[in-house]
């Protein structure tokens, strides 16, 4: 790190890019970034990349190809600082459904040359193959929290974000509860908080998309949805969408699917 | 780039700017084009696998995870499907609502690509980051359209990327009158400024190309079409409804592409703003509408390197559109219709920023889907974009490699190949190779 001014880079994995989106959903700040560093490898912003090592790397979506485990060992390699950006690379995203399932019968129903394709049968987070330094929660990520992380990371400070759950977020902004309120199934108090409580605001309860909150029970929660006129199908599906692989919402009790395995290749 | 034996080599490992991951090959044989090749290589997520056995309420949430750029397109098709599988129509006021929702994803969408993805090109910038060195005005403009398409995202959807208060029936809570009427002096702001930048694009030089397959598009009826329920195509041979879609396009699995290839059973096709707009000019709004013959576009636009401009008028359209709509709007008693599952097959087609978007779900009587199949617009475009290539590269023999491959990029991007939405589709009728 002899550079004056920091190199960053963006990293893509199986994702949506709404996570790298946010970046340039910035609108008031991007200049003022671009700036402050500079941007060495970001192709969905820049077709001009710099070669490593690189001061920040920021990685978008969840390894589940043969080459992505070779590809993010050697980002990481080249990279002083790495963070992972969204629930695809914190948890393996909801492509880690077929985490669950059987990929090969997924790849027959998808495709019609199974032999074209080449997949993992799971699909994980960047922690699971490499170090990551930190790891920013959401599907998507809440833009100001991810810029005040990297903002934090540039100047050599540890990112100060709440670690409590939605169900805090809501309190703080004065949202009736849902479910205290209209019985609406909500998953704001096992549910990490980032996105300021969006989903109760309007009127909706939350569907989790943050991820497990750090220091909660599932069990104790999944006791109390059970009592709502919710079915058990129905709860468990809840747990399976965006963070389906994360511990907390992996494991929900009475489930039968339990997720499976570590990454195998299938052609 | 490699020379050998008389065979020279252009390769793009990793497309820049295309949301998504693709790459070009294109082989160039004594001096003749031997190959040409758009691979995707994004890899596969298996949405329309894992859809089965969910919900029928829940693709709006899930298939707007295909893709963080277009979201509500794959929210609008999804619940336009579910509710024809139920047969429910939501209109009125709630089809309102959606339609502001969808013109704030164009404009969102829109001005990304012309601004930060696609201009650069033809003013010969890596990056709009770069451009902004010499043209900080302009690309300050560009930022401050693309805020306000993802303020109308915020206010109706909740958030910009993946919006939350999208469901099938319509919303969770709507919006009160002075909540959307807040945004009309910005929405006045940005309908001026998207004529600026239609002016704006239509002086970059174009090259001189016009492509010769069929346009598909929806065809409008009163509007300029954002959700529909009829086909048609450019040379009128294909016209047919929604739910026809699939004995119409057929789609094909070649080995270089993890998405897979549409064709239309009259032949060659692409969507997008070129087929929406040759399609359905005469029902842009008036300003757009004007913007567009002072650009010189005519009644039919069939040159891909124009599609910039195209979408700097639907720009304008859509600013258009959606003060339209705020003005007209009264907030409805219910945020959606209810609707009941039942045992059946739904289609829904909307026009996502880069074209025609078409989902099919079948669901039982307790409504779970039983099958799921969504075609998006990159990979109807896939077979078009290399038919481009393949002439550009033609016509261009003559430039280094590095100018050819500069080019190359450009043509793709005149379709603003989402690779990220294109990798996934299912249950097609399959023509092997
Ligand atoms: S976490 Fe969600 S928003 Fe982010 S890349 Fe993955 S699917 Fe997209
Ligand atoms: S689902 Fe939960 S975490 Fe996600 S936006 Fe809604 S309230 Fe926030």
């Known amino acids: ?267 | 780039m490699t020379h050998r034996n008389g065979t020279r080599q252009l390769d793009v490992q990793a497309l820049a700017r295309v949301e998504g991951e693709g790459a070009l090959h294109v082989t160039i044989t004594d001096g003749e084009l031997t190959t040409v090749e758009l691979n995707i290589y994004e890899p596969p997520r298996f949405f329309e696998a894992f859809l089965r056995g969910r919900s029928y309420t829940e693709p709006p949430d899930i298939t707007a995870r295909i893709c963080g750029i277009c979201p509500v397109a794959y929210q609008m098709s999804s619940c336009l499907a579910i509710e024809d599988a139920c047969g429910v129509v939501v209109d009125g006021q709630l089809a309102a609502l959606r339609h502001i929702l969808y013109c704030g994803e164009w404009i969102e969408s829109h001005v990304l690509h012309i601004y930060m993805l696609h201009a650069p090109d033809f003013l010969g910038y890596a990056g709009a980051i770069a451009m902004a060195q010499d043209h900080r005005g302009i690309v300050e403009r560009g930022l401050r359209l693309k805020k306000l398409g993802n303020r109308l995202l915020e206010v109706i959807g909740g958030r910009a990327i993946h919006p939350i208060n999208v469901r099938v029936g319509g919303f969770y809570r709507v919006p009160t009158v002075s909540e959307l009427a807040e945004l009309v002096p910005e929405l006045e702001w940005a309908r001026q400024a998207a004529l600026d930048t239609v002016e704006w694009v239509a002086g970059f030089p174009m090259p001189d190309y016009e492509g010769d397959w069929d346009l598909l598009a929806l065809a409008g009826e009163d509007h300029y079409p954002f959700m529909g329920s009829r086909i048609g195509s450019v040379s009128g041979r294909a016209q047919f409804s929604v739910p026809q879609f699939s004995a119409h396009v057929h789609e094909e699995h070649v080995a270089h592409s993890t998405a897979l290839h549409g064709r239309l059973d009259t032949g060659e096709y692409a969507v997008g703003p070129l087929a929406r707009y040759s399609l359905n000019q005469a029902l842009l709004p008036p300003l757009a509408r004007a913007a567009a013959a002072d650009a010189g576009l005519r009644g039919e636009c069939r040159n891909p390197f124009k599609s910039i401009i195209v979408r700097a008028v639907e720009v304008v359209a859509a600013c258009e559109e959606a003060l339209r709509l705020i003005g007209e709007y009264s907030p409805p008693s219910e945020p959606a219709v209810p609707v009941m599952p039942r045992s059946g097959v739904g289609h829904g087609a909307s026009e996502a920023p880069r074209g025609l978007l078409y989902h099919r779900y079948e669901i039982d009587s307790e409504g779970i889907i039983t099958s799921a199949t969504i075609v998006p617009p990159t990979s109807q475009n896939q077979r078009a974009i290399e038919h481009d290539l393949a002439h550009v590269v033609e016509a261009n023999l003559d430039l280094d490699d590095e100018t050819l491959t500069a080019r190359c990029e450009q043509t793709i991007r005149n379709y603003d190949p989402c690779i990220s939405c294109s990798t996934h589709f299912l249950d097609l009728r399959v023509v092997r190779l």
């Open chain 1, 1 to 267: 790190m002899t550079a004056a001014v920091p190199k960053v880079a963006v990293w893509k994995f199986a994702s949506c890019d709404g996570c790298q989106l946010s970046l340039l959903d910035c609108e008031d700040e991007l200049l003022a970034v671009a700036g402050a560093v500079e941007l060495a490898h970001f192709l969905e912003a820049s077709s001009a990349t710099v070669a490593g090592p690189y001061d920040l790397s920021i990685v978008e979506g969840s390894v589940s190809t043969a080459s992505d485990i070779e590809r993010i060992a050697h980002i990481r390699e080249e990279s002083n600082v790495l963070i992972s950006i969204g629930a695809c690379a914190t948890a393996g995203g909801i492509q880690a459904l077929r985490n669950f399932a059987d990929v090969g019968e997924y790849v027959s129903v998808v495709y019609a040359r199974p032999d074209y394709i080449e997949t993992l049968s799971t699909s994980t987070p960047i922690s699971d193959h490499v170090a990551v330094d930190y790891e920013l929660r959401g599907c998507p990520v809440n833009k100001s929290q991810l810029l005040h992380v990297i903002s934090s990371f540039l100047l050599g400070r540890r990112p100060r974000l709440p670690s409590s759950s939605v169900c805090v977020e809501c309190k703080a902004r004065g949202t009736t509860c849902v479910m205290v309120a209209h019985g609406t199934a909500c998953l704001g108090p096992v549910t990490h908080a980032g996105c300021g409580a969006i989903c109760p605001a309007f009127d909706r309860g939350c569907y989790g998309c943050y991820g497990p909150a750090d220091t909660v029970s599932t069990t104790a929660f999944v006791q109390l949805l059970r009592s709502l006129p919710v079915s058990d199908r129905a709860i468990e599906r809840v747990f399976r969408t965006f963070n389906a692989n994360a511990p907390g919402f992996r494991d929900i009790p009475g489930s039968e699917h339990a997720a499976v395995g570590s990454p195998r290749a299938t052609s």
